[in-house]
């Protein structure tokens, strides 16, 4: 799913050839929310997985993922990051722990990293959110949904290369409040 790109994405997915890959592209860039709601709305497999280009998570963790939703009978898998210490910026860990912990707090669940990009399901259970967010706060959205309809979730360790900002990091402060309203908003209306 391309949306919107500005740099090389749509020339670099027009030169890779699997059998059975759908690119689809966005005219305008949309938002994460929207590009992940298409790509749902095209999925044709029984998992979907939320991979942003970036690469800051390794696409070969994917069997893992999958072999851990398969083999625990769970209904999604967060990638979970931070396993061998943190890398990255302190303010983004700061962030995430406060932020997952306001999460567990208010839904009474025990998610060690709500935020990851890593997120595996079968294709029905994320219709099954009923998901409409447009942007960043998909994430939140998802998790939100999840624990509120009382569907199974476990983290299993994923390899994680956080980028700075000089390398495209888009993250910010801003963002932060934005997810605890999302996360108020989720729980009580």
Not at 19 to 25: R, S
Not at 40 to 52: C, H, K, P, T, W
Not at 134 to 152: P, R, T, Y
Request: some cysteine.
């Amino acid at each position: 799913m391309d949306d919107g790109s500005t740099d090389d994405t749509a020339k670099i997915l027009r030169e890779v050839k699997y059998n059975n890959l759908k690119v689809i592209h966005h005219s305008s860039n949309r938002g994460k929310g929207a590009a992940f709601l298409t790509g749902l709305s095209q999925a044709e497999g029984e998992f979907v997985i939320i991979q942003d280009a970036d690469l800051e998570y390794d696409p070969n963790d994917y069997r893992r993922l999958i072999e851990g939703i398969k083999s625990s009978g769970v209904d999604i898998v967060f990638g979970k990051r931070f396993q061998k210490g943190y890398k990255g910026l302190f303010m983004h860990r700061l962030g995430n722990k406060t932020l997952t912990a306001l999460l567990n707090l208010l839904f009474k669940s025990h998610i060690a990293d709500y935020a990851t990009c890593f997120k595996l399901a079968r294709k029905n259970t994320f219709i099954e959110l009923n998901l409409a967010a447009k942007g960043f706060d998909m994430d939140v959205e998802i998790v939100c949904k999840a624990l509120k309809q009382n569907k199974s979730i476990c983290e299993i360790p994923v390899s994680y290369s956080p980028r700075t900002y000089k390398e495209g990091k888009k993250i910010r402060w801003r963002d932060g409040l934005w997810a605890m309203f999302y996360m108020f908003k989720y729980r009580f209306l």
